[in-house]
């Protein structure tokens, strides 16, 4: 049986010295919560702001109501509203953990301030969304 080794292991292996972010990083979050309250399709909520140089992981969204059948949340940035959690209906309350591979996994160049995109429908008028994003950041 072979032994293989991932990208940043063999690195380390060969004795390069990582970004703290990369291996051995102090993972960090920022937690948003949001009360519902039928936010419109033309509605943005700010969650929070990555900043330049973290590397994101992933994030997790709790909510104490469904969001509806229509209604689609997406987690990005400006320009990629997407970024890290494409647009999509979230009909249940078990937690949900997200994080779109192109979002993930590489240094910040600049500081992000993360929104969610509300479309299709309006979100439900009572309960809580929770939205937590996981980082590295040295």
Do not use: H, W
């Amino acid at each position: 049986m072979a032994v293989l080794y991932g990208e940043q292991q063999t690195l380390v292996n060969a004795g390069t010295t990582l970004d703290p972010g990369m291996a051995n990083g102090t993972v960090r979050c920022f937690v948003e919560e949001i009360t519902l309250a039928s936010q419109g399709t033309s509605d943005t909520i700010v969650i929070g702001t990555l900043p330049k140089g973290c590397i994101p992981l992933y994030g997790v969204m709790n909510n104490s109501a469904t969001l509806g059948g229509t209604a689609t949340v997406a987690i990005g940035i400006t320009g990629t509203t997407g970024k890290y959690r494409a647009a999509a209906t979230k009909t249940s309350t078990v937690p949900e953990v997200f994080g779109v591979t192109a979002g993930i996994g590489d240094p910040l160049a600049a500081d992000e301030t993360v929104f969610i995109t509300i479309a299709a429908a309006a979100l439900p008028s009572s309960g809580t969304l929770r939205v937590m994003m996981f980082y590295t950041f040295n």
